[in-house]
Antibody, heavy 114, light 110 residues
Framework: QLQLQESGPGLVKPSETLSLTCTVSGGSISFGYYWGWIRQPPGRGLEWIGSIYYSGSSFSNPSLKSRVIISIDRPKNQFSLHLSSVTAADTAVYYC???????WGRGTLVTVSS | NFMLTQPHSVSESPGKTVTISCTRSSGSIASNYVQWYQQRPGSSPTTLIYEDNQRPSGVPDRFSGSIDGSSHSASLTISGLKTEDEADYYCQSYDGDNLVFGGGTRLTVL
């Protein structure tokens, strides 16, 4: 059964870069599919951040595009998110997920605060 | 660009059937696949429906998805409601390579 697990710092200072990694188990990240990052600010709905194909091509939410880098590490079966110049508005639970009926991680809360 | 609009909340009694709509603001709902996610309180979302009407393994057939091109809407229908179905439900589709989420619907089973 496919499982995804987010990892990374729970606290990031304003203006710094938020970095998270999603580790995939129970299946290969190289088997195809798109792999995505989604976030949910406290008490609010879901917002798509960006996604990456197993080949490495990526795309991101136009509202965040200039700040988002998504990368993939096939040998480690992981993909990562880097969100630069964060502000308090980036405080949210961050989820990784597989497109197309795939699973979601349990999510990790990232707080932006000095 | 388009938006997906869902009712803010719906409620129904146990054992009944409820339908949650997801209306696309422009373009055909049939142009891009629609997914549905369930998020129980305090939990991460799970995929209920993908590619309009497909259920991942393990999702009960009480959950079904459909699209109606004439109304630009997708629907999630839950039959035989259980108290455990009380959750937030989100629809999602694609605008080119970009994912678009609906605002979510809170289902109360009372």
């Amino acid at each position: 059964q496919l499982q995804l697990q987010e990892s990374g710092p729970g606290l990031v200072k304003p203006s710094e870069t938020l970095s998270l990694t999603c580790t995939v188990s129970g299946g290969s990240i190289s088997f195809g599919y798109y792999w995505g990052w989604i976030r949910q600010p406290p008490g609010r709905g879901l917002e798509w951040i960006g996604s990456i194909y197993y080949s490495g091509s990526s795309f991101s939410n136009p509202s965040l595009k200039s700040r988002v880098i998504i990368s993939i590490d096939r040998p480690k079966n992981q993909f990562s998110l880097h969100l630069s110049s964060v502000t308090a508005a980036d405080t949210a639970v961050y989820y990784c997920a597989r497109h197309g009926g795939g699973g979601w991680g349990r999510g990790t809360l990232v707080t932006v605060s000095s | 660009n388009f938006m997906l609009t869902q009712p803010h909340s719906v409620s129904e009694s146990p054992g009944k059937t409820v339908t949650i709509s997801c209306t696309r603001s422009s373009g055909s709902i049939a142009s891009n696949y629609v997914q549905w996610y369930q998020q129980r309180p305090g939990s991460s979302p799970t995929t209920l429906i993908y590619e309009d009407n497909q259920r991942p393994s393990g999702v009960p057939d009480r959950f079904s998805g459909s699209i109606d091109g004439s109304s630009h809407s997708a629907s999630l229908t839950i039959s035989g409601l259980k108290t455990e179905d009380e959750a937030d439900y989100y629809c999602q589709s694609y605008d080119g390579d970009n994912l678009v989420f609906g605002g979510g619907t809170r289902l109360t089973v009372l």
